[in-house]
């Protein structure tokens, strides 16, 4: 079981959240001028990096907010939390 | 020719038969005051307490205004609980709350925060009917909730006027430290499975009497 801290409530059991994939994935400024690769390439192509992965969670039995997460793949060891809005912190 | 029961119900419906409430946990006050006896713990349903799900800007003069017409602020630490005239406000999110207050004031309260509102961006919802309160107090309040919430629930980390949303045995809720025990606000349809729970849970610091 993680332990991941909302950048809103603090520490909390991993069941408490629901998992939200890639972090800062922009939505394209306009989708009608794709192609249906670029619309796919966005909709379903994600980076899969083994170590430092910038994800999305939300509190989903707490406080229901997203938030973003800056995870270890490999170790699951949680590097940084930070609100939607703010940057991902530099070193993580 | 016998009566018909359904159609004499609705009979009396439209001569002005009044239906009456039903707690969500009604059925469990003898278990809970069983439970009670002891000493050790409390358990108890507070029925028909008045929720409103308040949504405002934090920073917004609307939010203040509204803390001025309730005569409790809205907290803005995660967290945190506020009280004051028979009112409790609850942190549920970082522009969310939930205004607790007794039975029958929803629509005076509502009343209330929409006119603090004044025209800004504001969402008020009476939610009473979502979640019941069980009441969860005596020595080894702390001890049982333990047995299915996993937040560290010690005074110093989780004393009076702290709350949260999280889980209890697998169960949303809204856990309330008050100053003589929890409150538990669960849903409605959770209610029964909640209070079985708690009444299982509580066994082992009420039943020394049962054993010989
Ligand atoms: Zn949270």
Redesign the interface.
């Known amino acids: 079981m993680l332990l991941i801290a909302c950048p809103w409530c603090g520490p909390r059991d991993e069941a408490e959240f629901h998992y939200g994939g890639q972090a800062h994935v922009a939505h394209p400024d306009d989708p009608a001028a794709l192609s249906d690769e670029e619309w796919a390439r966005y909709l379903f192509f994600r980076d899969n990096p083994k170590g430092l992965f910038a994800e999305r969670w939300s509190h989903a039995a707490g406080c229901r907010r997203w938030f973003n997460a800056v995870r270890d793949t490999a170790t699951n060891e949680i590097h940084a939390v930070y609100r939607v809005g703010e940057p991902r912190p530099v070193n993580s | 020719m016998t009566a018909d029961p359904v159609a004499d119900s609705v009979a009396e419906s439209a001569a002005g038969f009044v239906i009456g409430r039903r707690s969500p946990a009604a059925a469990y006050s003898d278990r809970f005051a069983a439970a009670s006896a002891g000493g050790a713990i409390r358990l108890a349903e507070i029925p028909f307490l008045t929720h409103l799900n308040v949504r405002a800007d934090p920073a917004s003069p609307a939010a203040e205004r509204i803390g001025t017409a309730l005569g409790v602020p809205l907290p803005v630490e ?2 945190v609980v506020t009280e004051g005239g028979g009112l409790s406000v609850l942190w ?3 522009d ?1 709350w939930l205004v607790v207050g007794p039975d029958g004031a929803a629509r005076e309260l509502r009343e209330r925060i929409r006119g603090a509102a004044a025209g800004e961006h504001v969402s008020v919802v009476d939610v009473s009917a979502q979640r019941t309160t069980l009441v969860v107090a005596g020595e080894r309040a702390r001890d049982v909730l333990a047995h299915g919430c ?2 560290d629930l010690h005074p110093r980390e989780f004393g009076p006027g702290r709350c ?4 209890l045995a ?1 169960t ?1 809720v809204v856990l309330v430290a008050k100053e003589d025990g929890f409150w538990v606000l669960v849903r409605s349809s959770f209610a029964a499975y909640a209070a079985e729970w708690l009444l299982d849970a509580v066994v082992e610091y009420t039943a020394v009497e049962c054993r010989g």
């Open positions: 995660p967290g549920l999110g970082p969310e996993a937040l949260a949303q999280t889980l697998r949303g």
